[in-house]
């Protein structure tokens, strides 16, 4: 039986992101979660500092991972990449 795994990438992209004490859950976004416009930056001072936050990074990172070998988190880094332009908080 042939496997892939990206054990190391995974680990890569947790600890690039400075995410190494996050609590692990089971589901990659909670039931019922709606993502919309309202909670995108609205003011010029809040826009300025998400655009220095490594937003698009992350977002390509998790669709990476998710294309290659781990389509559980597909539907969640969908909703993630809606707001590339303009990531809130």
């Known amino acids: 039986m ?3 795994s ?3 990438y995974t ?5 690039k992101f400075g995410q190494e004490n996050a ?3 089971l ?3 909670e039931p019922g979660v709606q993502l919309t416009k309202a909670d995108e ?3 010029e001072e809040v826009k300025a500092k998400m655009k220095s936050k490594p937003y698009r990074s ?8 998710a294309c290659g070998t781990r389509p559980d988190i597909s539907v969640a880094v969908a909703k993630l990449s809606r707001f590339l332009e303009n990531p809130g908080e």
């Open 6 to 8: 990206q054990k190391a």
């Open 27 to 29: 589901t990659p976004l």
């Open 58 to 65: 992350l977002v390509g990172s998790l669709m990476y991972l």
């Open 11 to 15: 680990e890569s992209i947790i600890k």
């Open 2 to 4: 042939l496997g892939i």
């Open 23 to 25: 609590k692990p859950c």
């Open 41 to 43: 930056p609205q003011t």
